[in-house]
């Protein structure tokens, strides 16, 4: 693996997100209210840009007709097929079973094991160093 | 082979005429169908003389197929060794528009199937009738019904006035689960819709091949609804369906579900999940391919062996002879289909099976 | 907000498998798109009445969708617009790298399903033009259907005979969800002008024939809607079957566009059964159900089928037959088939070739 520094904290405001190719592949940087996450940007389903979907809160429902919304701003949802995607995990909302989810706390740049699944977005390692957005790949 | 002791989950009790029901009336009914000459209610969903109605062999020479209890002796129960065989009775009461009528004309049919079948036959088990405008007065009806142990199943129709899985039906599901009953769909419709989703067809031969997308149609109701999530307990049989359809359905729901969950959240697993726990199909008719080896393929691509319940639609006309089980069908699933699932899916058998 | 989110274009095209897509979405770029086909008298009643369909929303659908305009979000022209609006951005995003070199237009939001049966013979007529104007003449590989005021059967076997011949023009469009089935006799008109045109009929998901949606009346969501194409396209294709339109009229063809196929074998098989035991109902028909399914219809393969296992599916194709099945995006719609993820299992290499391209040349009587 190696660091790649990919732009100034400041080129991608809270609550937006930025296209990337590191290492060939192409990556989505968000900012989750001054966290940065990173994801592989073709969708595990059929190849969909990511990046270029909506990002929508969860909804969740214990009974029919009730609606709990939370996470504002935190799931993916491909601009083909619709699949929602946590954006801090990788995890899809409607395969839970099938998926190991991937998660990075923000200031670790190693240690994880990529994981595969046909239902997982695969995330990438991102961290701040001095108001730079980090990538490990 | 057919297995001995068989459960046979679609048998068709068929009512003589409006007259039997009199008897099984309140004053105020009986006076009603005397003095408005009141028709019989019989639904263009099975016309009387058509071949899929009765099987030629099953028709009688006088009076209506499976019009008494000894018709069915010696024609369906006996030959097929069935130890229970549950009565669907297909009497119109759901087709007419006035909730009160066809609330009493349900109830008598209830009695009637309770008295003239149920007390005279030990093999025989019941599906409580009701009409479905009222849900106020059809779960009345299904408190009434479910003190006799002999009823197992709720009985409605394919198609009604609305999508199946609809809240407004739910206090339905809840008496049924409740009560350890089944919910039966049987094919047919009560026509206060046009009976496909185009429109009305010319002919008979398309309204009974409509059942089939009849059936999609609910399926896609009840689960997108959520009524399995709110009534997870609950068993729904459907019954008459044709069968062969449900797993390229399921694919299909199963694949809009991974895009538009959000639209219904409180579906929380896959379609392909919900009915290999909730739902059930009975085996005639079978929509079955050209080649028996198809038929293994469909079964497979079914995913789940406890899924199919045997029947015979008796009288209905499906299969000649005694093949009522279709060419193709593994052995090794036979005892499952004509034993197992149903015993494992009608709570209410527990109490009286040897 | 979005920042730089679009990936390059692909440069693909030369390696990749020539393919036809028989399933496109063309949208117009302004609402008075149609303006120079429309007369004053039209132009001012839009202005005034707007047209109606049968559906209580004066514009959008019954049952909203599940993104806006049910496009791929990334399907926005970068110079504005709607997704599809743009024939240089579907060519830069989808014709060019996805090398589609036979392209069948089926314009929605045309003006069929209008209850003026004037002013919807008037839109489709307009639709018709503008598709010569704005699309095919303006990239070869796109082809035009004869959208028709189908509710109108005389009006649209009028509108059929105008097109016939032209060179641009590959088939009739009509919606699924008519106002009676489509084997109805009052559609046959329809049929004997398309048949005589050597045009096959395309029946694409869709409509609002003024009746429920399903043959239980209303239901609740968009994804039983989504769902339900399939069983109301069934319910077209066994009215057509039963009332013997291919009897009537041999040479027809019918193409079913976005219902769905996983459903045609135990459709075929039910079809057969039923008929089988109430023949004496049909004299009219000669053969069993699934012959004249096997002679007369194909189908488009989007939404493509996901089994799991995704080979469940080859048996449905082996049922059906590989030259059944005709290859579509449906682009720009959201759930789009990219051609290079749709198949991904191991067939022939004859398969690929019918399954992405020869079964639609075929079918349109195209030469390679």
């Not at chain 1, 969909?48 to 969860?58: K, N, Y």
């Not at chain 2, 089939?212 to 689960?223: E, N, R, V």
């Not at chain 3, 219902?259 to 000669?286: M, N, S, V, Y």
Request: hydrophobic share 40%; proline share 8%; glycine share 6%.
């Amino acid at each position: 693996m190696s660091r790649h520094v990919v732009a100034p904290t400041r080129e991608i405001p809270p609550g937006s997100r930025k296209l990337f190719t590191i290492k060939g592949r192409p990556i989505a940087i968000f900012n989750l209210n001054g966290d940065f996450y990173g994801m592989f940007n073709r969708c595990p389903h059929q190849g969909g840009s990511l990046c270029e979907g909506a990002v929508t809160g969860l909804v969740e429902s214990t009974a029919a007709g009730r609606y709990s919304y939370s996470r504002r701003g935190e799931i993916i949802r491909c601009p083909w097929h619709g699949w929602e995607f946590d954006i801090r995990t990788g995890k899809s909302y409607c395969s839970p079973d099938k998926v190991k989810a991937r998660s990075y706390p923000v200031e670790t740049a190693h240690g994880a094991e990529l994981v595969e699944g046909p239902y997982v977005a695969e995330t990438v390692p991102v961290h701040v160093e001095e108001d730079y957005i980090v990538v490990e790949m | 082979m057919i297995e001995a002791g068989a459960i046979d989950c679609d048998v068709h009790p068929t009512v003589p005429s409006l007259e039997a029901l009199v008897p099984y009336m309140s004053e105020h009914w009986q006076d009603m169908v005397k003095t408005r000459g009141l028709d019989e209610l019989v639904s263009i969903s099975y016309p009387a003389n058509s071949p899929i109605t009765a099987r030629a062999d099953w028709r009688p020479a006088k009076g209506k197929p499976a019009g008494t209890l000894e018709q069915m002796r010696t024609e369906c129960l006996d030959p097929f060794k069935t130890s229970i065989a549950i009565c669907n009775c297909l009497y119109g009461a759901q087709l007419l528009f006035s909730e009160d009528m066809g609330s009493a004309f349900a109830s008598a049919v209830n009695d009637w199937i309770a008295k003239e079948w149920l007390d005279r036959e030990p093999r025989l088990r019941g599906s409580i009738v009701v009409q479905t405008q009222n849900v106020e007065m059809a779960v009345e009806e299904i408190e009434r019904c479910a003190k006799n142990p002999r009823f197992v199943q709720v009985l409605l129709l394919a198609s009604g006035d609305h999508p199946l899985g609809k809240r407004f039906y739910w206090p339905i599901y809840a008496a049924a689960e409740r009560h350890g009953l089944t919910v039966g769909i049987h094919a047919g419709s009560n026509y206060h819709n046009p009976p496909t989703a185009v429109g009305w067809p010319s002919y008979y031969t398309e309204d009974y091949a409509a059942q089939a997308q009849a059936f999609q149609t609910q399926l896609t109701s009840l689960i997108c609804e959520g009524v399995f999530s709110s009534y997870p307990k609950l068993k729904v049989v459907l019954l008459e369906s044709g069968w062969t359809w449900l797993p390229a359905h399921l694919w299909r729901l199963s694949k809009y579900w991974h895009g538009l969950r959000m639209e219904i959240p409180w579906v929380d697993r896959s379609p392909m999940e919900i009915v290999k726990t909730n739902v059930r199909l009975s085996l005639q008719p079978t929509d079955a391919p050209p080649d028996p080896a198809s038929l293994e393929k469909i079964i497979e691509h079914m995913q789940s062996d406890e899924i199919l319940l045997f029947s015979t639609d008796y009288p209905h006309g499906q299969f000649e002879g005694m093949e009522v089980l279709p060419q193709g069908l593994p052995k090794s699933l036979v005892r499952k289909i004509m034993i197992d699932n149903p015993r494992a899916t009608y709570a209410r058998l527990l109490e009286t099976v040897t | 907000m979005n920042v730089n989110v679009k990936p390059e274009a692909a440069k693909r095209t030369s390696t990749r498998l020539a393919i036809a897509d028989c399933d496109i979405h063309p949208v117009r770029s302004s609402p008075n798109a149609f303006d120079p086909w429309l007369s004053a008298r039209w132009r001012d009643h839009l202005k005034t009445f707007g047209s109606p369909r049968r559906l209580a929303m004066q514009a959008g659908p019954a049952f909203p969708k599940g993104q806006p305009d049910a496009a791929r979000r990334d399907a926005l022209p970068p110079e504005g617009g709607r997704a599809g609006s743009s024939l240089s951005f579907m060519q830069a995003q989808h014709l060019d790298p996805n090398n589609v070199t036979f392209g069948v237009l089926n314009p929605l939001q045309s003006g069929q399903g209008v209850a003026n049966p004037e002013l919807c013979a008037a839109l489709c007529a307009a639709t018709n033009e503008w598709q010569v104007a704005e699309w095919t003449s303006k990239d070869s590989r796109l082809k035009a259907s004869v959208v028709v005021p189908y509710e109108s059967a005389d009006v649209s076997a009028a509108e059929i005979r105008k097109w016939a011949g032209h060179k641009d023009f590959v088939q009739v469009l009509v919606l699924s969800r008519t106002g009676e089935p489509l084997g109805n006799r009052r559609y046959w008109p329809i049929y004997q002008a398309a048949a005589e045109a050597g045009l096959p009929v395309a029946v694409h998901a869709f409509g609002y024939g003024g009746g429920p949606i399903t043959s239980t009346g209303w239901p609740s969501h968009y994804i039983e809607e989504m769902a339900g194409h399939a069983q109301s396209c069934q319910a077209g294709l066994a009215s057509i079957v039963i009332e013997g339109v291919f009897e009537r009229f041999p040479k027809l063809k019918i193409v079913m566009v976005e219902a769905g196929f996983a459903w045609a074998p135990a459709f075929a098989w039910r079809l057969d059964k039923t008929w089988k035991a109430l023949r004496a109902e049909t004299p009219h028909l000669k053969r069993p159900p699934s012959e004249y399914l096997k002679e007369h219809v194909w189908w488009t393969t989007q939404p493509m089928e996901e089994p799991e296992p995704r080979t469940h599916v080859l048996d449905t194709i082996g049922w059906m037959g590989w030259d059944r099945l005709l290859f579509a995006t449906d682009y720009p719609h959201w759930d789009f088939d990219d051609p290079s993820l749709a198949l991904p299992l191991p067939i022939s290499e004859e398969q690929r070739l019918s399954f992405f391209r020869e079964n639609a040349l075929a079918v349109y009587g195209v030469k390679a």
